[in-house]
């Protein structure tokens, strides 16, 4: 079995913004084992100046797409801690081919009430509804029943509330 890893460089332009990122990984190195269904990459992080390298174990896989969105409600959305993943964009989640899902965005990991959970959750899963890996643009209709992805997205449930 091969192994790789991802050694991500980044420099940050405010002492303010470098001291939360730290905080953040900080904060997910003592949480990364809470998640049931959700694995964290193995990663470590060092700093220099304004600079973190953090580097993590690199998850070879493909994107989620709609089919593992109730595994990410569920684990990340309604996660009664208030320490979570927070962007549900859907190039940060990928599974193995053993379906183990992994969040890859290390640094959105952070502190967010569940109401505003809700409301990023509804706001980025409208492009989570088509093709195994969730990609597809809302002009663009379906190959197989040339709806648009508009009208598949009004047509069927998605896991998550409305808000009002």
């Known amino acids: 079995m091969n192994k790789f890893t991802i ?57 989620v797409g709609h089919k593992f969105s109730h595994i990410l409600y569920r684990e990340l959305v309604e996660r009664e801690s208030p320490w979570t993943f927070t962007d549900y964009t859907i190039g940060n989640f990928v599974h193995d081919e053993d379906n183990h899902v992994y969040c890859i965005d290390l640094e959105s990991y952070r502190e967010m009430e569940i109401s505003k959970r809700k409301e990023l959750w509804n706001k980025y899963r409208k492009n989570r509804v088509l093709g195994e890996n969730g990609w597809g643009s809302q002009k663009v209709d379906c190959r197989y029943c040339r709806k648009t992805i508009q009208e598949m997205v009004d047509e069927y449930t998605f896991f998550g509330q409305d808000i009002c």
């Open 7 to 63: 050694i991500k460089h980044k420099t940050y332009e405010s002492q303010e913004k470098f001291d939360r990122i730290v905080t953040r990984l900080n904060q997910l190195q003592k949480d990364k084992d809470t998640f049931t269904e959700i694995r964290v990459p193995s990663f470590s992080y060092t700093t220099e100046g304004l600079s973190i390298i953090t580097t993590s174990e690199y998850i070879k896989g493909k994107f």
